[in-house]
């Protein structure tokens, strides 16, 4: 569900009004009934009720009942939309934590996350309660797709962990998951680090002795990996078809290309016409996907946000449940 104070429940009750996505899959949410009640009085939705469980089993999986695992971890009295708080982050935190447990156990087949609270990213919690070492996020926009060597460290620090074996990790993960999606021979633009990527040594010494030895191996292996590519060309030369996937260095070098395509604001009427963008979660012994934004505070209870990342989020999902069966 997201945290509760945030658009997550909305985009939510917009997401599991269209009769196609039960068509397509068994959505249970995990959150507090209570707030996908007030969810579904601002967003609109008469024809839907929400059907509190306590457990997965109880579930009716059916259009027009919003089936909600309730953990009622939020208190009517204390609960203040549109504002950050220590319950709502911490009810966040303890959905994402039942439905990693749900999948580990096999009650679920897939998990999708929504806006809501972070360790430095839901990314790490997924990691961390998984026990998953060798993981990597992965960012898509239509055919659009980026993985990352790290994301939430300092700048400093993601210049520090560009190693070949980190590389090449991510390398084969990006191509193991271009191949979970039916990408026959996927082909693989690796980003340099550096401006021109280092200029053969002259703005930095990372692509000549990290990055291309990694590249080197991989092509060793099979993987049809192509770079160091200049971080400023590699993107564009993706969304031309040159490039399955791009392996970026760092968090924003990876993320401020996809955003600049999949969000997109409409400055005559001063709002947002598109909020689209999947997160996966590679590496890890459970599906995860998610959407490719925050709580969007300021947008919450007003029922304008879209719900059109939740949807290919979940869209997502079932894709890589399908290919893992």
Same mark, same amino acid.
Request: proline share 4%; aromatic share 6%.
């Given at each position: ?24 899959? /068994? ?8 707030? $996908? ?27 027009? +009942? ?70 990597? $996020?992965? &960012? ?10 790290? +994301?939430?460290? /300092? ?5 520090? =962990? ?16 271009? &191949? ?31 990055? +291309?030895?990694?590249?080197?191996? !991989? ?29 970026? $260095? ?20 001063? $709002?947002?016409? !598109? ?37 290919? /989020? ?9 290919? =893992?069966?």
């Amino acid at each position: 569900m997201g945290d509760p104070a945030s658009i997550g429940p909305e985009i939510t009750v917009k997401a599991m009004a269209d009769p196609a996505l039960y068509e397509l899959c /068994s959505p249970l949410i995990i959150g507090d009934a209570w707030v $996908m009640e007030q969810a579904l009085s601002i967003v609109g939705h008469e024809e839907l009720n929400i059907n509190a469980i306590q457990d997965v089993k109880e579930a009716k999986f059916s259009f027009g +009942t919003i089936d909600v695992l309730d953990l009622g971890l939020v208190r009517p009295q204390e609960f203040e939309r549109g504002q950050v708080s220590a319950m709502c982050g911490d009810a966040a935190f303890q959905y994402v934590k039942k439905v990693i447990e749900l999948a580990m156990a096999g009650e679920v087949d897939a998990t999708v996350t929504n806006a809501g609270h972070h360790y430095s990213g839901h990314t790490e919690i997924y990691a961390d309660l998984t026990g998953t070492k060798n993981y990597t $996020m992965m &960012l898509a926009h239509e055919d659009l797709r980026v993985v990352h060597v790290s +994301t939430h460290v /300092s700048l400093r620090e993601a210049c520090d =962990r560009v190693k070949k074996q980190r590389v090449l990790d991510v390398i084969r993960i990006a191509n193991k998951a271009c &191949l979970e999606m039916g990408i026959e021979k996927p082909k693989i633009g690796v980003a340099g680090l550096n401006p021109h990527s280092g200029e053969n040594g002259l703005f930095g010494r990372e692509e000549i002795e990290e990055i +291309t030895p990694a590249i080197d191996e !991989a092509k060793k292996e099979g993987i049809l990996a192509e770079g160091p590519v200049p971080p400023d060309t590699v993107f564009s030369k993706a969304k031309g078809g040159w490039y399955d996937i791009v392996v970026a $260095m760092y968090h924003d070098q990876g993320h401020i290309p996809l955003k600049v395509v999949g969000f997109v604001y409409n400055r005559e009427k001063q $709002m947002w016409d !598109a909020v689209s963008g999947v997160n996966i979660t590679l590496g890890l012994p459970i599906i995860r996907v998610s959407v490719d934004h925050g709580t969007a505070f300021d947008q919450a209870g007003k029922g304008t946000a879209s719900e059109l990342s939740l949807r290919n /989020s979940i869209d997502y999902a079932v894709k890589f449940t399908k290919s =893992r069966k």
